[in-house]
């Protein structure tokens, strides 16, 4: 089998000692760093793909972004070093008062595999801290979650102080998470709704190949 479908398929199969095997030897023989990159993000995106249509579950998505982050760790200085820039930017977090970060955490993974840097803002984040790190980091998109009906109307507020702060036109803002839906996405002025990790990493995908 091609080394670049053995690397994909361990990614798949959430095969952690396997990824970096294959990582280390594809490093060795001199490989190109974004075919090594092509070919575990290939994997992963089997993975949001089977997970789309509920063949796969939570905790082998847990397992193969797990494997997946482990490779990309070996191939990020290498990535640097060569001046291969990330396709965009973009932070995540979970609104102000919500603590689930299971999906975000999902999410994150699905944006780093489609060739995103992810800031992680973590759980329980006001609005003036999206826009604060979104304006520090000079991102292109901001992720954000929410998983109770009491704390989704805090999305309006993250998108209500973009404007406020004069910013709004500088970045896209994409909703999720189990209680949200597009209408709502699009009554706050949010720019993508997106109902799972993978619908997440599909939009940010298009987006960056229009750019
Ligand atoms: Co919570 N909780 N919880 N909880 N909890 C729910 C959400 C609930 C539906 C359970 C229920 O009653 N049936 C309910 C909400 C009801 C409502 O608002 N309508 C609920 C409640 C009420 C609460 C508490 C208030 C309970 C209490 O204390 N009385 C409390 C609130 C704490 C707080 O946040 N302030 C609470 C606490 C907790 C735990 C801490 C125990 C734990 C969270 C642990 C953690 O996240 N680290 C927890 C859990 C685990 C759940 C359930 C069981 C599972 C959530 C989960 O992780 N799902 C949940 C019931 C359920 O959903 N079955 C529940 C798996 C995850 C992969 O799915 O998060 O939906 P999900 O993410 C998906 C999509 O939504 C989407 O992609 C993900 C992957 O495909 N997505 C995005 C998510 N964010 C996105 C962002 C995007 C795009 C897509 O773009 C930016």
Known sequence: MEWSNQLSQAVQGGNAPDVKAFVQEAIDRGEDINAILDAMLAGMTVVGQKFKKNEIFVPEVL??????????????????ESGVKPKGKAVIG?????????????????????????????VDVPPERFVDEALAHDVDVVCVSALLTTTMDKMRDVVSTFEA??????????????????????????????PDAASAAE?????????
């Open 63 to 80: 397992i193969a972004a797990r494997a997946l982050n482990g490779g990309l760790d070996m191939v990020k200085p290498l990535l640097m």
């Open 94 to 122: 979970t609104v102000e008062g919500d603590l689930h970060d299971i999906g975000k955490n999902l999410v994150k993974m699905m944006l780093v595999g489609a060739g995103l840097d992810i800031i992680d803002l973590g």
């Open 165 to 194: 702060r004069g910013v709004r036109d500088r970045v896209k803002i994409m909703v999720g998470g189990a209680p949200v839906n597009a209408s709502f996405a699009e009554k706050i002025g949010a720019d993508y709704y997106a």
């Open 203 to 211: 939009i940010v995908t298009a987006l960056f190949a229009k750019t």
